[in-house]
């Protein structure tokens, strides 16, 4: 499947905005942030143009599985915690 078709079989509803950063790595990532819930509504890496990453705590649904893995763990937030199986990496 093409990067572009990829692309258009995710949407987003709502305002939103979108932006770019350069984090350690120096690969870009361009966000979308949803303006109403004031979170990350998704991502996109730049060297891997064809996924589309949509953070776990976007969806409602309380049968979803825990985290099975976590990155950059010395950027993570105090308040956040994962799963004591869950795989960690930095």
């Known amino acids: ?27 870009a990532i361009t966000y979308r942030f949803c303006r109403t819930r004031g979170a990350t509504a998704g991502y ?23 985290p099975r893995f976590s990155v950059y763990e010395s950027h993570r937030r105090g308040w956040v915690a994962m799963p004591a199986n869950a795989a960690h990496h930095d």
């Not at 078709?5 to 509803?13: F, G, K, L, S, W």
């Not at 305002?15 to 690969?27: F, H």
């Open 1 to 27: 499947m093409s990067a572009e078709r990829a692309r258009r079989n995710v949407t987003t509803e709502g305002a939103a905005s979108t932006y770019r950063r350069t984090p350690d790595s120096g690969n």
């Open 44 to 66: 996109r890496l730049d060297p891997v143009l064809d996924i589309v990453a949509i953070p776990i705590g976007a969806f409602t649904d309380p049968r979803l599985p825990p």
